[in-house]
């Protein structure tokens, strides 16, 4: 056995070969792409006159087009070479920086020898093309890395399982071709790597995990089977971490077959999106899209009511305790997050195929041209076995037909003669050559002028009808909104059926119905609404579904209400689901905590649905961990990380003068310390404002985070507490953690969510008395 030194310089010199080689080719790519830029700029500049044209006739034509279209060819296929090349510099050139962070020693069953296999962020070949000499994390052998330690191992492969021993398992640490740190490793990944890891201060974005991935992160990250993947984990267990690594893996496991665009992160708000951008890129692939469920349901939503956004939402279920209709609203949100008030929605449609959908007249210039009452006529006289969606259809073709007899007596109108007199001479002269196209038109009759008169008579109303014909496919003669209120409007037999079967609607549904009316009659929309309404609309006109997304990601998967999943899967028919959450961080009055994850799992029967429970936390240090999960129930089972750091401190303050003046020394304190980001967290957007007036001047560059901030970034920052979801900083300062502040049960996740944002240190304040959520 070679004495560790030795492995050293061994290992040092493999480093020193292996860096040699890829920057050589690094060389040699650069003179290759530029050759390739040249080309393409050469024949982008010259393709016209490299193409033959002639079009005298159809031979001639014919063999024009195929010139043309060799040369587009060409120039595509170059473009694609210019850009393989161009990412596999990219490549090549973080591998010239860090060539490799892991090795195992694989002796495959039935082989004499163990094959020594390096692994980093991409592959590289050796001269020949037939040796690995640095295999990329994702491919299969990769795995034995992640999953074993030292003795009998197997990996899966396309074509099945490989068995073998494992002989040795390193880490390594190099920066600039130099091995900074390396160590053979047992059971879990190296705990020294990942302490140097951990043990770093934050960063204003989320770094890549690939070199520390842990076996059960692993297994997220490779799923293939679930069609439904759940991943339940505690703060700072790497659920967002995973989730990234495992896009960068499903984008090499199916090269060729799945692009970043077919994939779509939920993330809880647009900073986040920000804060993991570079994960990807880093990784050498393209970042996949990325939403917010807001921004879905405006886009979805258009112009049809001014939409509360669930911030706004929050803010509301934090701070209008003392309102009147407080307790109405939120069994409002309670109630509408259910699949019970799906089904009353499913039931609804159910009787509207029947009777009871409101239509919009089709109205021309402050005049009806077809009512509410012929369209209601003839969508119900439509065979009602057929579908609402089908008969939908079937009205909005008998729309058209209808407009296009209505436009021909249109034309006698006044108005149309004062149109064509306004004509300009442009579009006189295309009438006129439409005319003799059709040969309708010789120049010198009498029919001639009443011709043109039609004719332009027709054009002018074609151009006006042509928006109404439009709205009638687009099925806007249907009055969702109306018909959404309808189901408040409690003189629907549709209640009574319903309590005849059992379901009940909640007790203050009168009070609950009011409240709905008020808000839609100012154009506006709560946001526990959007998903009922847009699913409704959807029931009656269609599903506009999503067949081209084949992964959808959703983070803090607790936030989502049942109802919003059941929605997700209409829209998105075809596409395996991760969904990555912590019931305790359920902060939305309408999110998964009270029955956990049990509505997500039954979206898929049980054989497509997999779940995944992450226990440990690697974001915070031991003593932040100890404390924080003593704030949640069955908080005992979360393990933390072996890292030390200091004690979490409360202190009490006098007055807001006193606070204000006791969190300007902290930061001050954490400054000098060398933390680059540090977080006031505070309760709502209210309290966020009014610390962050009290401390600018004393702060150099204090920012103020607010729901509409997207960029996220080091620094001191006061930051409201859900708006802090999913994103950590160096030291946590909370505000004010008074039982007045944070005191009814409704609040504790919040406070959780707030504490376990800290990384390195966490300091409370407080005023009076402390809250009771820490013992
Ligand atoms: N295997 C790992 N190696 C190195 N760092 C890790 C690993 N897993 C997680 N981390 C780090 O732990 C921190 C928390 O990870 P992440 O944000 O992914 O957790 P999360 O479960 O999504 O947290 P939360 O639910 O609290 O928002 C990040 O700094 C991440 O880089």
């Given amino acids: 056995m070679t004495n560790p030194i030795d492995q050293l310089s061994l290992e040092q010199r493999r480093v020193e070969e292996v860096t040699g080689i890829i920057r050589a080719r690094i060389e040699e790519l650069r003179n290759q792409v530029g050759g390739m830029r040249e080309d393409i700029v050469d024949i982008r500049r010259n393709f016209w006159d490299d193409v033959t044209l002639n079009f005298e006739d159809a031979a ?22 210019h850009r393989h090349a161009v990412e596999q510099l990219q490549t090549l050139t973080k591998l010239a920086q ?5 090795r195992i020693d694989f002796n495959e069953k039935g082989e004499s020898r163990a094959e020594q296999i390096y692994l980093g962020v991409g592959s590289l070949l050796d001269e020949s093309g037939h040796e690995y000499l640095i295999y990329d994390w994702r491919a299969p052998v990769s795995s034995l890395y992640y999953d074993y330690s030292p003795g009998p191992v197997r990996y899966e492969t396309p074509s099945g399982s490989i068995q073998g021993e494992m002989t040795l398992k390193r880490q390594y640490m190099i920066r600039n071709g ?3 740190s390396m160590f053979d490793t047992g059971v879990t990944i190296g705990d020294e790597l990942l302490q140097e890891v951990l043990g ?10 690939v070199a520390t991935i842990q076996r059960e992160q692993n297994r997220i990250i490779r799923n293939e089977r679930a069609r439904l993947l759940i991943v339940q984990g505690a703060a700072g267990s790497g659920k967002t971490s995973a989730a990234l690594q495992r896009v960068a893996y499903l984008l090499y496991r199916y090269r060729g077959m799945l692009s970043a665009d077919q994939i779509v992160l939920f993330s809880p708000n647009p900073m986040f999106n920000s804060y993991v951008s570079t994960v990807l890129p880093e990784l050498g692939e393209q970042n996949m899209q990325q939403t917010t469920y807001q921004q879905y349901l405006e886009h979805r939503l258009g112009k049809s009511f001014e939409l509360e956004d669930p911030y706004s939402q929050m803010e509301y279920t934090l701070g209008a305790v003392h309102e009147s209709e407080y307790e ?5 949100i309670s109630y509408k997050a259910g699949l019970p008030f799906m089904h009353l929605i499913e039931k609804y449609v159910g009787e509207l195929g029947h009777s009871g959908l409101v239509f919009k007249p089709v109205t021309f210039r402050g005049r009806t041209l077809i009512d509410e009452e012929a369209i209601a006529a003839q969508f119900y006289a439509c065979d009602r076995s057929v579908s609402i969606g089908n008969r939908m259809r079937l009205t909005a073709d008998w729309i058209l037909k209808q407009l296009t007899k209505l436009s021909r007596e249109e034309r006698e109108q006044e108005w149309v003669q004062d149109q064509i007199e306004l004509l300009d001479q442009e579009q006189y002269a295309h009438a006129f050559e439409e005319l003799q196209r059709k040969n309708r038109f010789a ?12 004719f332009l008579a027709s054009m002018v109303v074609q151009e006006q009808f042509k928006k109404l014909r439009k709205r009638a496919k687009r099925l806007s003669f249907l009055n969702v909104p109306a018909i959404y209120r309808r189901l408040y409007e409690g003189d629907l037999v549709l209640l009574e059926r319903l309590d005849a079967c059992g379901q009940s609607l909640p007790d203050n549904w009168n009070q609950i ?10 154009g506006e929309i709560y946001y526990e609404d959007a998903t009922p309404f847009l699913f409704l609309k959807e029931k009656l006109e269609g599903f506009h579904t999503n067949t081209s997304v084949k992964h959808l990601f959703i983070d803090e998967a607790q936030d989502y209400s049942p109802f919003q999943y059941y ?3 209409r829209i998105f028919p075809n596409c395996k689901m991760t969904a990555l959450g912590d019931l305790n961080q359920s902060i939305f009055a309408h999110s998964l905590a009270g029955e956990g994850f049990d509505p997500l799992s039954e979206l898929y029967s049980g054989e497509e649905t997999e779940k995944i429970i992450l226990t440990r936390s690697y974001r915070s240090t031991r003593p932040i961990v100890t404390f924080t999960s003593r704030i949640i129930e069955g908080g005992s089972l979360i393990e933390p990380f072996n890292r030390d750091g200091a004690e979490p401190t409360i202190t009490q303050t006098i007055d807001e003068a006193h606070l204000v003046r006791s969190i300007k020394e902290r930061v001050e304190q954490l400054v000098q310390a060398g933390y680059s980001s540090i977080a006031v967290i505070c309760k709502t957007a209210e309290e966020s404002r009014r610390i962050y007036m009290a401390l600018q001047t004393y702060i150099r560059k204090l920012r103020l985070i607010e729901k509409e901030t997207v960029t996220f970034e080091k620094g001191a920052v006061i930051i409201p507490s859900y708006l802090a979801k999913g994103v950590e900083f160096d030291a946590v300062i909370i505000s004010d953690a008074s039982v007045d502040n944070y005191g009814r049960e409704s609040e504790r996740k919040l406070f959780y969510t707030a504490c376990t944002r800290a990384m390195h240190e966490l300091h409370l304040f407080y005023r009076n008395e402390l809250t009771s959520f820490i013992d």
């Fill in 328 to 332: 109405t609203r939120i069994a409002a």
């Fill in 567 to 569: 929605y997700l899967k």
């Fill in 513 to 522: 119905s009011e409240l709905t009316k008020a808000k839609l009659d100012r």
């Fill in 178 to 180: 130099e091995i900074r």
């Fill in 60 to 81: 001639e034509s014919a063999e024009s087009h195929a010139s043309m279209k060799q040369q587009a060819e060409l120039l595509s296929e170059r473009e694609r070479s």
């Fill in 200 to 209: 770093k201060q934050s960063d204003a974005q989320m770094k890549s995990i």
């Fill in 443 to 454: 120049g010198n009759s009498f029919d001639d002028f009443e011709a043109e008169k039609d």
């Fill in 98 to 102: 860090s060539p490799y962070f892991g």
